[in-house]
Structure formats: C-alpha cells, structure tokens
C-alpha cells in the first residue's frame, strides 16, 4: 500500500506512530471493506432517517425543529467521534486501523455541518442576507455555530492526499487541529441555545472535555518521556 | 365521448377557503354537541373507581363563547397532547406526555389566599361546575416562536376572582402549580425555583379572555397539558400561563415568577407576545405552526398574538420594550 500522504508524513517526522501502525497493521481487506461500509451506513443513517420520515410525511410536530435538531446533533456527535479516534488509537498498537476512518468520519460531520447551516439559512432566516447578518451580528449562539462550521471549510478542503503532500505532514496536522475549537464552539452553540437550568449538553460536553484532556496527557507523558530519555 | 381529466386545480383552491374553514368549525360544534350528548361517559369511572380511569378522557360539556377565535384550523388534538412544555415532567416536547402518567388530579384543591377577604380552599369538582364551561379557541404562542390553535375548554378567571373576593390592595395575583417530587421527575432535572410560579397584574387577571382552563377538544385536559386545571392567556408567551395549579395569591407587590427570576433578560414579568421585541436569542417576527408542512410552517407573529383589540388598552401609555 504505497499511499505517498504517508510517506510525506514519516519524512516529516510527526505522526510516527501513526505511520508505523498503519503499515503494521494489514488488515484484512474483506474486514477493512465490510467496516467501511458499516461506517457509511451509519454515518447516512440521521439523513435517511429524516428523509424516510420527510417523504412519509412523518417529521413530528415540528418539522423545522426536527430537521434543525437532527442535523445539528449529527454534526457534534460525528465531531466528536472524529476526535475521539486518535485517543483511542493510542491505547493499543491493535487500535491502528481506526486512523483509516478519521477523514470519513469528519467529512461527514462537515457535511451535517453543511446541512444544519443550510437549515438554518432556508427554514430561519428565509435566505435574507440582512436578517442573516443581523442574527450573527446580536445572537451569540448563532456566531459560535458559525464559527464552529467556519472552522471546518479548510479541513474539508485540505482533506484530501494531495493536500497533505502540498502542505506537509507537520502543517497539514497544525491546519487541522482547528477541529478542536470547531468542536468547542460547536458545544458552546449547544450550551447557548438551551434554556438556562436545562443541562442537556452535559454529556456531550464532558465527552469532548475527556478527549481534549486526553491529549494533554499524552503531551505530558511523552515530554517526561522524552526527558528521561535525555538524562539516560 | 372523450372525458377530460384535469388534475390541474387544487381541491382546496375548489372549495374556498373560507367554506371549507367554516365547515372545520363546524363540525368542532358538531363534535361538542355529540359530547354533550355522551355527558355520561363519568359513570364508567363510578363502576371501577380503584382503577386509573381517571386518566383515560373524560367528556365536558361546553358552550359556545364570542370571546372563541373562529377562523382558524385547529391544531390537531395529537400534537397538543404530545408536543408540551411542562418541564416538571421533563425538558423534550414529548416528555409530559410520557412522564405525567403519574400525577394525580384527583382529588385536587385549590387554595385562594393573601390579600383576600378570607383564605378559601375549593375542590376540582366544585370549580368543574362553579360556571358554565365554554368553549374557546386561542392562538398558543410558545415564547420558543412556535405556536398551536387550541380549543381550550373553561371559564374566565375573573368568574374565580370575584368569587375570592380580593381586598382593593390586591394588585396582583400569583399562580403556583403543584410541585410532587414523586410524580415529576423533572424537578430534579432543571433548577427552577420549584414550585413553577406565574403571576399576572390584576386588570390583566381580571381580563375576560383569560381563561381558567379545564379541558381541551371537550374533553378534560390531559395530564400532560397541566391538568386538572391550569390558565391560559392568549396574548402572552405560553409559559404565563401556569398548569397544574394549587395556590392563587393575591399581593401588592409584583409577585416571583419562575422564568423571570431564573433569566430576567430573557423573560420580563409581562412577556406580551410582541413580534417588535427580540427574545435576546432569536427574533420573535414570526413563528412556526405546529402540525404545518416543513415548507409552510413559518408564518407571522400577530401583535398580542393578534388579540390586540381586546387587550391592547390594559397597557396604554406603557414603554413595552422596556416592560417586555
């Protein structure tokens, strides 16, 4: 498998781990095959559903509330899988094949990302510029939601294979650390729009807390490594 | 012969609008009149009275009212029943519906007391048939910008309130719902200042378009529209009007209201529906039908939630942008 992004990433030297297990761990093709398309499933199973239920005339009460809180809840939870890959990865040499899933996963929290934005532009704001710019201009959880998709465009756009070999393994992973504010901002949005004593976003938030925190703790880990290695 | 299909003419744009809205009213009248006729239905519960039955729906009789908005198509009695606000019982719509299972509303009193002539305490039944009635379909404005057409079944407030025979310091009049730790989960799950308090200023109170509601559709109203009794003030935000109410306290002052106290930014004691004054997080211009398609749910929101003609003067000479 001479997949050339990977080898820029090892010349670079970040990510060695990343490399070394990849290449370490041939799965099976039939199994690697048959959990792509699970994932794929899974991650079109929020559109399906809604679109089964919009063809059947079956959205609820609230149709635009269903549509805008679907998209919505997909976008985050799907953010926050994508980041959750990396750490889990990290607990056993076993994991290493989850990297394989990271680009799908987050381009299909971009893509709900895009969907929920496009709700709230068709079905909220009526396509009108001016009541656009006046909700981003006096409603905060409007301009964190925002924020939070903003941040996802250069992901998506830098994320093919190409893109990692033009701007080099270590930038290219700099670029797209900005995941982790999209999805702060993304949990922010959440915690703006509830009513204030409802504690929904709870979960989602201690979640993300957990995986953030998890990386520091890496961080920490391999620099004591590191300096232990140093006074040997 | 060749025989023409057209399939070109919409059936509704067949029958005029207005025709076929008639026809929904009047077969709402019809529906009444046959519950009228089933009056009865009570007597099921009298045989089995150690069962639930009590929860199951029961018959009102009901009278037509002029103070009834006619006109308007009626939300449908499932998605009143199951898309509710009652975060006692939880904080997703279909939460009361589910959980409310457990209130008991029978037997229930209501106390009248602070600044009134003496403190009373009257029981649900005696309420039930304290004045005829009546039917009376609002506009439900949720302060979320959704909103219903619901055919409430009650009486006006003022019918009470004369009844309590408020002393002339009485300015205002507080609601309190019940608070049962045991029957609602939803208190453990949000921080409001439990029990849920409303209040109203007693012109407002006083108004013959607020209601004291017992029913919805002829029927007496599901545990989960806040049963067995409960207020509705069509021209403000739908949280003013308290459910499931035990206390009626008169005061001088302004009284605690839940959501004014939890967010006073957000919720001001007044909460007039008021298409020019934004919720700080989202414009309060329009609002979404409930049970409309998702391409035509969006629709105006009416000053007042349109009842502006009645209402309006109780709050002449007043800055509402201030008083929201």
Known sequence: MGCPAMTSVVKSGTAVSFTALYHSTMMNKRVLLALKVAVWLVCLAPLGLLLYRGFGNNLGPDPTATVTHATGFATLRLLVIT???????????????????????????????????????????GFDAGAMVDDIAKRRYILAGFTAWLLLVPLAATSTNWSIRKLGGKRWQALHRLTYFSAI????????????????????????????LARVAWLVRQRVERQARVAA | MLIKKSNEIPSSEITPKSVYLNRRTFMTGAAALGAVGLGVDRVAGMLEPQ?????????????????????????????????????EFGVEKGDPAANAGHLKTRPWTMTVDGLVKQKKTVGIDELLSFRPIEERVYRHRCVEAWSMVIPWAGYSLSELINWAEPLPKAKYVQFLSLKDSAAMPGLQQIDLDWPYSE???????????????????????????????????????????????????????????AWNEMAP?????????????????????????????????????????GYGDQVASLYNGMDLKKNF
């Open chain 2, 199 to 257: 209040g109203l200023r007693m012109d407002e109170a006083m108004h013959p378009l607020t209601l004291l509601t017992f029913g919805l559709y002829g029927e007496v109203l599901p545990n989960q529209d806040g049963a067995p009794v409960r207020l509705v003030v069509p021209w403000k935000y739908g949280f003013k009007s308290a459910k499931s109410i035990v206390k009626i306290h008169f005061t001088s002052d302004q009284p605690r209201t």
């Open chain 2, 51 to 87: 069962d639930e039955v009590e929860a199951a729906a029961t018959k009102l009789q009901t009278v037509k009212s002029p103070l009834s908005t006619s006109g308007l198509e009626l939300t449908s009695y499932k998605d009143i029943t199951t898309y509710n606000n009652f975060y």
């Open chain 2, 265 to 305: 930014r957000e919720y001001g004691f007044y909460s007039n529906v008021n298409p020019n004054v934004d919720h700080p997080r989202w414009s309060q211009k329009s609002e979404r039908r409930i049970g409309a398609s998702i391409f035509s749910q969006r629709q105006p929101t009416l000053m007042f939630n």
């Open chain 1, 185 to 212: 901002c993304g949990v922010i949005h959440y915690w703006w729009i509830v009513k204030k004593g409802v504690r929904t976003p709870i979960t989602i938030t201690l979640v993300l807390a957990v995986l953030l």
């Open chain 1, 83 to 125: 980041l959750a890959i990396t750490p889990l990865r990290r607990l056993s040499p076993r994991l290493a094949w989850l990297v394989r899933f990271r680009r799908l996963l987050g381009l299909f929290a971009f893509f709900y990302g895009c969907l929920h934005l496009l709700t709230y532009l068709w079905l909220y704001s």
